[in-house]
DNA sequence: GATGAATGAGATTTCATTCAT
DNA sequence: AATGAATGAAATCTCATTCAT
């Protein structure tokens, strides 16, 4: 329901009205509760449409094949899709991390392990470590660093806009989703650091 | 007032309630409006504390005589010396960022003004681009990279010490602090990429 | 409409929900609205039912011949008979009765025209007192006090079988049902009392 | 709150509207959910406010030296100044009785266990027995004989009153707690029934 | 400064009833 | 006869805010 994610997205689940979502929604507000069984429902059925696409998709967006950098162009592009298909719910998730409930964390922690890719990642991690193609470090510091620097734009996007004047968001993310491999590859390098 | 800080930080501001936070605080109710004009008052003056803080704190951190690599360190270390001071400032700023108001990303991008911070580091990465010590790139990706690297692990902790399996994270912070320039560093540098 | 009368009986006239009625009688709740006009209908078409059946059988009760001790007897039992054959309906019938409407007491009152118990017994009373084989007294007064004997016990019995801790009540009720004649007949004989 | 014992008797626990109420009580709608947690809250006190006294009047009544008469006589006596006092709290006690909760119930079963009176009596009945002034029967079915002979038109007062045609409900009153001690000490004497 | 009571507007939820098929 | 969806009115409850003391 797209009324209520745009609700929940603008206001917050404490914030969204009912009646504004039913009245977005072109639909009577009872009709809200006879679909869903509370605001609540509505909410956790409204993300977790997301949530399950976003398991499916990047479930199957690895064979097993792929180089190191293969996967870290497919996570960055995959991250900036996602936000482009449903724009609204980078909100929704931001507020959800914000305060994250046990339940909500097992949600998307369920989604990253769907895929495979924190297991994947930090064992190709630890073994590029030991072929010393990459620097000694701490995988997890490595994992969580290539995370944030694709998550971190698309949550602080609004943000850094503005503080960096930057006024083609399109573009930016385009040149963005390499110069994230490519400053990450370079950073993890073995090497007279 | 913590009291209004953990409602705020807890249940966002729709969701804060008046009553429970001048329970929390162990006042009566019509105090806080003694106090406040209204709930949205009570809330730009508590976060209003903290960013000024902010404000002060970081405007005062550079002399301008510093190296890259001591505002790195600075910056890295900055960021977690503020979550430790005010642990529940994270919440309420990750939800004002979910859904960004025009008025608050101004204070916002008035405590990074204060401090100099981007036009300085954009400038210095411009010097050191052209210099030839930093691969030719977009000073403003860069900028960004290297905020996100640490910003991103403060605001998403929650999420990644659960799929990490981080369970001391005071360490592991002091591990990211160091981690995160030399990555950065590491990353940006000119060389045979 | 059994589901119906259970949920009158449960619930009350305003507690019992129509959603409830048609899921508990396995029929769409639109179905009720084909049958019946409105709850109100419903309401009274399932207890009209059980009132129609209680005039019927009290009026064919008595054919005039009994003597006064056979139509008290016939009468302590018949309350049991319906009400072990409707045991449901006790329950609506005490709500009634709780705040008794004019239409209902009318219903009510013609049960009881209808058997032309009340008539019959009075004069029978008001017979007995004359001829001094009962105790000058009000016959309605010696009315009341066979009927409430007998109802008395039928409309509070959970309250009396926890207060007295009564356990097997089909036992108990055979026994009450001499009681009651036997008490009343000798409550209301002539002697010297 | 009289406003609310009007409601629940008038229209019963689910009928009963707290709009009507606080209108009724020339109060704000709020103040009942400031003073009482809930509808259902503010049943409990409502009816827990008479039971108390109810409770309290029972148990202070007796000293333990009354004849058998003495006491039949005050209890007939007091159920109907209850009724009196609190002319809408037959309705709400009936109800209750007619779906019977077990919390209620134990409710009811206090006030006649703190009266001592239901252990007293049927002690009484026991000895009466033996000493073959009372002839052989259950007491217990003594005990809810009087009871009912009393609660029966205390509770169907307006009933009767239709079928008999009575108008007079006061003077009707005072003969009928007489009646009922009489009909009732004769009924279960002993002698050659 | 401090408090308990009060209030109006509005939020979620419910429900008898009807409609379209 | 049967159903799932729809609806408007209303019910319970909440909450920011104010008042009287």
Known sequence: MLSAMHDFAVH???????????EGASI??????????SKEELYRETIGEVYREATDKLSSLFTGEETLEEILHAVAAYHHDLMRKYPEFRSVLMRELAHPRREILSYIFGIFEASGLPSRLLARFGEEIKAGRVRKSDPRQLMISFLTLNLGYVMLAPLFDLIMGISDRELFVEDRKKEVVKLFLNGIRSGRS
Do not use: P, Q, S, T
């Open 12 to 22: 917050g689940y404490e914030g969204a009205r009912v009646d504004r979502i039913a």
């Open 28 to 37: 009577n507000k009872a009709m809200i509760y006879y679909h869903f069984r």
